[in-house]
């Protein structure tokens, strides 16, 4: 997998997004046409949902980009239900590469590609990297999500390795208020320039810094964060704590879309070279408008083992203004707010966005907490899950002010503090601060 860089078409493909970024917006278009077009031509003859699909509308042709409004609107579920029909019938399984999405929701639908994704997948990865100089070669960095730690390392009490002598990787399931001291050590003694991780794990780590009053020395650039919602409260406090710009990426598991944030912007700025956004409301109209709120589908150009076409994913996102200072002619959201399952539901059924309430620092302190999460079984009622540090004084105290914060932020709630022992961490190192029981879509 590490080789892939060393592809022709790799260094190609990379070429092409750096030459492409200052396209018009007339020439993304002619290309999204070009590779929708493609894409029609090669699913229905070798997918079956689209064979059947397309069986009895032979007259169906792609003329503009307005007649992807003609495919059918997917999503999760009916991928799941419909597995071997999204298939491609050409797929080798030598060749064939797995990842699985959204285990930690309960979900989790495993998406396959082949090489020519992987290889596409990357070069997105160092062409954002190189918007903000940066190269994995070049650059020291650190790798810091849910990677496993062998055991003779970990016996050490070490939860980290050199890859090389540019790469760290560091696991976040062992960060805690007893271990954070080491781990800015670590940064500290390495140096790097960059770090990658998620944005829950940045959070903690600024929070546990702030808490324990580490003292420390980096010259990071820049935070990379992506898989996971980043709100303002969030990205403001990261960046204050480790001085740098953080930087959000917009990639979901399923391949098909990938967005930025810019050198000017926090904007995230949607890459037509991969695919195409539409953002529909619930009954899956088209929203144009500016400010309009609605849900990510996607339609990705370079996964033809496995194709999202018109993809709905449950991210909540708003419509951003149509310019930005870097010129690029993509497809702007002011932020993504969210995934459906992100939201609570309270008694009238509204849907309520949780993470601006428990993540905005100015209005919530979660300080004296180590770690917490928010499970929802019935509309209206939620149980805020809190794991205590070890040595906490006056707990019941500590229990009251949350208990009494949350209210006054969530006051269409009736709200119930549990104390836990631990909370875990899921196996890819994502931390869902929502269990949400109740089926949203
Ligand atoms: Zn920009």
Known sequence: MNKI?????????????????????????????????????YVKKNVPFYKDYFSGRKNFKIKTLDDLKKFPVIDKNFIKNNYKKFLSVKMKKDNTFSRTTGGST?????????????????????????????????????????????????????????????QLIMSAFHINSSSIKSYVKVLQDFQPEYIHSRSSIMFLMASLILKEQIKFNLKLENIFVDGEYLTFGQRKFIEKIFKCRLINIYGHTEGALVGFNCEFSNKMHFMPQNGIIEILDSKNNNLKKEKSKGIITATGFNNYMMPMIRYKTGDVASIGKKKCKC???????????????????????????????IFNYNDMDWKKIENYKVVQYQKGKIIIQVQLYLKTKNE??????????????????????????????NTIGKQRYLDQKIKII
């Not at 702007?332 to 009238?348: H, S, T």
């Open 5 to 41: 860089y060393n592809y022709p078409k790799f260094r190609k493909r990379l070429f092409f997004l750096n030459k492409s970024q200052k396209w018009s917006k007339y020439q993304h278009e002619k290309n999204q046409l070009y590779n929708l077009r493609k894409l029609y031509n």
């Open 106 to 166: 309960g979900n989790p639908l495993t998406i396959l590609s082949d090489l020519n994704f992987q290889i596409n997948d990357k070069a997105n990865t160092f062409h954002y990297l190189s918007i903000f100089k940066k190269n994995i070669k070049k650059n020291k960095s650190v790798r810091l999500y849910g990677d496993k730690i062998p055991q003779q390392i970990l016996r050490k009490k070490k939860y980290w390795y050199k890859k090389n002598q540019k």
């Open 327 to 357: 010129k690029r002619n993509y497809f702007f959201v002011d932020q993504v707010e969210g995934r459906l399952q992100d939201y609570v539901l309270d008694k009238k059924s509204n849907l309520i966005p949780l993470a601006p309430a």
């Open 396 to 425: 019941r105290e500590v229990l009251n002010t949350i208990s009494k914060k949350l209210k006054k932020i969530l006051p269409n709630f009736i709200i119930k503090i549990q104390k836990v022992k631990k909370i875990e961490r």
